[in-house]
């Protein structure tokens, strides 16, 4: 089964609207956490944001948001006001527990804002 | 802060030579240093996570001898592509962390873009 699953491949978004990409999640750990980075057509992976399993509130940075549902194991991110320069890969990862610090990796969704 | 360089970031090169890629963490110390390996339009490959001093663990179908990783220090390590062939032409990436950050996040290169003719 998939660990990370991100059911949408590509996504056309308005300019300035917001845009949510989807991200769930499949653990039988209590502690994991989870990253959202993106990957602009240069290939550098930078990261946006993270969210522990014990945080009570959805993270914060700027205009990205975790909406963070627990027992739903969704992890969505959440890109307020898109602008153009948001148009890249976007892919959610998890890390289980703190052993060895690997991800495992989401398929990935392509972004495109339209002017 | 948190900042990773990797280089060269383009290498092409003639089938049977050997090609190094080095990542460095510029501003923090990492204890552990992963490499991973991207196919257009897909997602990240890990190939193997060193820690400092110590050998690289190699996940399975990589081969440790054809992708040899040093990690020498605290702010540098090393992948060594042998003997390269034009199945190995890719694009490699390394990452950074810190066991001493919370939520030990992953800080990326910018990635090494190979073609082995």
């Known amino acids: 089964a998939q660990k990370i699953t991100q059911t949408q491949p590509g996504m056309f978004v308005q300019e300035k609207e917001a845009v949510t990409l989807d991200c769930t999640y499949d653990?039988?750990?209590?502690?994991?956490?989870l990253f959202w980075y993106k990957q602009p057509s240069s290939g550098e992976m930078i990261f946006l944001i993270y969210?522990?399993?014990?945080d009570e509130q959805n993270a914060t940075e700027g205009r990205y948001s975790l909406n963070f549902q627990k027992a739903r194991k969704s992890a969505n991110l959440v890109i307020s006001a898109s602008q153009l320069g948001d148009s890249a890969m976007y892919f959610c990862a998890m890390r289980e527990g703190r052993s060895n610090y690997q991800l495992i990796w989401g398929a990935g969704t392509k972004l495109i804002i339209k002017p | 802060g948190a900042v990773v360089s990797q280089h060269p970031s383009w290498v092409i090169c003639k089938s049977g030579t050997s090609v190094k890629i080095e990542c460095r963490s510029l501003d923090f110390q990492a204890t552990t240093m992963f490499w991973y390996r991207q196919f257009p339009k897909q997602s990240l490959m890990l190939m193997a996570t060193?820690?400092?001093?110590?050998?690289?663990?190699?996940e399975q179908g990589v081969e440790k001898d054809k992708f040899l990783i040093n990690h020498a220090s605290l702010t540098l390590s090393t992948l060594t592509v042998t003997s390269a062939h034009p199945e190995d032409s890719s694009f490699y990436i390394c990452s950074a962390s810190s066991s001493s950050e919370y939520q030990e996040t992953q800080y990326f290169g910018p990635g090494t873009r190979l073609l082995v003719l």
């Open positions: 653990t039988s750990d209590q502690s994991y956490g």
């Open positions: 060193s820690n400092e001093g110590s050998k690289a663990t190699y």
């Open positions: 969210q522990g399993s014990y």
